[in-house]
């Protein structure tokens, strides 16, 4: 690893994403690096299939990529991507119809939520087969139900929930306060938890 | 308190995020009250199914992503329009360039038509000297032309004239110079020539030139 690979992997996304702006496309590709998992998956959970998913991280990359000098505050990088990928991802829901998700039950699939591994790890609270099968079914209900969900209270739900973002990121990522994601989570919640009481 | 602010506190409970006091007052009312548990058990799974939904992403090659990323970010670099300052430069020279090779052609075709004749063989062709002032608004000139009978020699010189009027009264009025050729203004500052017929829209044109060129 050459000192100028790992300055970069040193360095904090306000410095690449300043560099980024100024052209050095080596900045870029450490906070594609950085952030590519957590934003794959977003785009994922809000379109449910990793094809589209993909299609739309790559386009949310690129637009960041062009408009990073429109980026007023270069340290809220990750925060500007997400919210990037929520509209572009949400503007991918409008605009087509989506593929046929086959994603919850793909075959092989599986990482931890941070992305390192690519083998489906054992999940320490794992329950046994049979309560394994109704933890899949309730999953395929929950993604099912989030559809359905208003796009602030899906996005505030799926950030907070499944990507474990801190609440604070969450209200950067969706511009908002975070009184305002406390209060979208709750109500995702609670219509999730409506929707879904015969599996809860 | 209402069911909702109730609800929203065991949204809170759960997260972590109620005060020491009110998470032990909730906890009793928890514990007193079996619907309510109930409904924060539901809460509970919830959360937890959400937490489980995060280790089932497909597998993705991270670094196939991070490539064909950077492919696109690389070609796009290679058709980049160049910087403002060499595009100017490059624009300028470009531009005279361009100016230079169409006179050359444009002089090349002149001289060819006027040689061969064209498609005015046997009929009088008008060329021009141009040896008149640049336009003025309003102000009169006098256009010296010269009427020749092409291919052979140049002949008789002659003058016309014609006014320049303001755009918004102007009403263009051929002038009919001799051996059959015509010389009008199109529009203010220019002076079109025809030759070869009997009136201007049966003539051929041989060109305009823009007064402020002459």
Redesign the interface.
Known sequence: MTDETSDRMAASDGVLAAAAAGGD?LA??AL??RH??RA??LA??LLGN?DDA?EV??DS??RA?RRLASLSAPEKFQAWLLRIVSNQALNYRRGRALRKSS??D?P??????D?RG?L??P?P?APAPVQEAS?KE??RQ??SALADLPEKQRLA?VMF????MPQKEVAQALDMSVEAV??H??TA??K??DK??DY? | MKPEDIEYQLSQLLDGELPAEQAQALRRQLADDPALAEEYRRYQALEKGLGRMARQTPSVDWELQRDSIRAVLEREALLKPLSAPWRSVLFRWSAAVSAAAACVVAGLLVMNWFVSGGPLRGKPVISVDFSIPKAHAGSTLQVAMTASAAPAASGSVLAVEYEEHSADEYAPAPAELSGGAWAWAERPGTVIVSAGGASPSQAQDPGFWGLDEL
Do not use: C, H, P
Not at chain 1, 108 to 113: D, I, L, M, S, V
Not at chain 1, 161 to 164: A, C, E, N, V, Y
């Open positions: 496309r870029f590709d594609v690096g590519q998992r794959t998956q994922y959970r990793m993909l991280t790559q990359f690129l990529y994603s919850l793909a092989g699939g599986g990482e931890q939520e992305g690519e489906n790890l999940d609270s933890a309730l999953q929950i993604q739900l929930s499944i990507q474990k406390k209060w989570v709750f919640r609670k999730l938890k879904l009481k809860l």
